[in-house]
């Protein structure tokens, strides 16, 4: 299990920005995939966005065009920033710790996830 804390949720207005991050201790970005997932009070975990240790990214499309995935390999540290927020953006992100140096969203490609960050976009 990889030590993951995530951070940067809140509440804004549709239409509005924010930018998340997760500090993964200890864990070398450069060689495993890494990727945001968001989850709704009774509804399934969805991937949101992926980047593979090569940079390369995945986007849900729903988000695509809006959210970027970045990471910083010195600072351990994975983003993600969100504009033109939605109210269906709303949810709790996690980040997720892959398994290997390339992932999709399937969970079995994750070794865990943190413990979340709340997003809340009013209409």
């Known amino acids: 299990q990889v030590p993951l804390v995530e951070s940067g949720g809140g509440s804004v207005q549709a239409g509005g920005s924010l930018s998340l991050s997760c500090t993964a201790y200890?864990?070398?970005?450069?060689?495993?995939?890494m990727a945001w997932f968001r989850q709704v009070p009774g509804g399934e975990r969805e991937g949101v966005a992926e980047?593979?240790?090569?940079?390369?990214?995945l986007y849900r499309n729903v988000v695509e065009g809006r959210f970027t995935i970045t990471k910083d390999h010195a600072k351990s540290t994975l983003y993600l920033q969100m504009n033109n927020l939605k109210p269906e953006d709303s949810a709790t992100y996690s980040c997720?710790?892959?398994?290997?140096?390339?992932?999709?969203?399937?969970?079995?490609?994750?070794?865990?996830w943190g413990q979340g960050t709340q997003v809340t976009v009013s209409s």
């Open positions: 200890g864990f070398n970005m450069s060689r495993y995939c």
């Open positions: 980047i593979d240790a090569d940079g390369d990214t």
């Open positions: 997720a710790a892959g398994k290997s140096m390339f992932c999709r969203f399937h969970p079995s490609d994750f070794r865990n």
